[in-house]
């Protein structure tokens, strides 16, 4: 099939790259999410839970000692403890309840720790928190541990507390290794200090350590991209994560400390990503889904050849258990039935746990043609394609009527972001960078919820 022109492909590109969309960590997103999902549903779902079901397990710790302006995430910043100690006991609390209503039905295969900052915890509370979880769960053997890290927080202490509970996996959040990009997001930290926590946590046994980059940020240019992803190789991560800013202001009110006039364009967002993926690649890693790399013996890359990587709150992983529990303001989980968010205030979710309650606050459940689009669009967000035969053999009715859109979409598609090759509907090469903006094509909520979204690259 004949392709456009190099430099007409490009200018689509830039001009899709433009379009807000979702990022499809889930589906449906979390804006359509609800109240009419509530406490005594989530128990329900709970309880469902059958003895041989492998859970995984995400523990959100919503502040930080200093407030990065590029974050989106639910988070305050403290300069003080007390707030964190009781925010402490309240989550150990939810782990008690939560622990002792999944006893006997399901076993933990992943923990994940985020925020936040989680590596702002004191070393005993870290300690606490590992062993809280294995008193009220059942782990299996072999269960992975991530935690996600501010280098700037972590001290001996801190390293061997995490070590002690079991730490398989490193995320370090870097962003950009350039001073002045770093000053405008009040996220400075140097590539010295960098290496000595990559050096520290692999000194203590973790299997695997991944780097957090972005692109789009403030005063970023392609010289500093380019510098920025050098740098970082040399410390030869297993993973690499590299995302766009996403500037949100009406969501995240401290993102207006950024100034919008130092933020690049779409093109040169989309210049931007794809040198450093570029780079990275020519490193020798593989590019897995939208935004990550890997080495190719790594986990998540060999999950990837095999058709097993997923995506889910955290992004790209190789942890296909089916049920998700989130715990902490915030935290969303997924169930076999639909999706559970926490409450977000910290206070309000205090006061929710105390009493022994679950602190869910909203969420969905799924109706067949949700779980179907959402199997389109995860295959298309992990694997940039999917079966047109598979996707009638499990959904049936509803995956044939969306067979039919999709027919439609490839065939009309005069932009060329989605082609039939035999039975498969594929996202071209040349397209991928859009991806997000093909998996819009399959969301019936866009156009109706009220939710604003990042750039689609």
Known sequence: MQT????????????????????????????????????????????????DD?????????????????????????????????????????IETVGDLVKGRGRVRAVHFGGGSPTMLEPEDILALGKALRDRFDFLDGASLSVEIDPNDM?????????????????????????????AINREQSFLLTKSVVDAVRARGADSVNLDLLYGLPHQTLESVAATVAQALTLEPDRIALFGYAHVPWFKKHQTMIDEAWLPDSAERLAQSQLASRLIVDA??????????????????????????????QGYTEDNCETLIGLGPSSISRFRQGYAQNIVATGEYEKAVSSGQLATARGIEFSVDDLARGWIIERL??????????????????????????????????????????????????SRPLVRIVAAKFDKYLQTGTGRHSLAV
């Open 284 to 313: 020798g890693y593989e590019a897995l889904g939208l935004d990550h790399f890997a080495k190719p013996d790594d986990g998540l890359a060999i999950a990837a050849r095999v058709g097993n990587i997923r995506r889910n709150f």
């Open 381 to 430: 967000m992990c694997h940039f394609a999917f079966s047109a035969i598979e996707l009638v053999e499990r959904f049936g009715d509803v995956g044939q009527k969306l067979l039919a859109a999709a027919s439609r979409l490839a065939t009309n598609g005069v932009d060329r972001l989605l082609l039939l090759d035999g039975e498969h509907f594929v996202v071209p090469q040349e």
């Open 54 to 94: 492998e859970i995984s397990l995400y523990l959100h710790v919503p502040y930080c000692d200093r407030l990065c302006w590029f974050c989106a995430c639910h988070t305050k910043q403290t300069r003080h403890y007390a707030p964190v100690a009781t925010f402490l006991r309240s989550l150990h609390k939810e």
């Open 155 to 183: 001290d001996e202490g801190r390293l061997d507390a995490f070590a002690a509970i079991g730490v398989t996996r490193a995320s370090l959040g870097v962003q950009d290794f350039d001073p002045k990009v770093q000053k």
């Open 4 to 51: 456009n022109a190099p430099n007409n492909n490009q200018a689509n590109l830039t001009v899709a790259a433009g379009e807000n969309v979702p990022r499809y960590t889930s589906y449906p997103t979390a804006p359509h999410f609800h109240p009419g999902v509530d406490a005594i549903i989530v128990r329900g779902w709970m309880n469902a839970l059958e003895a």
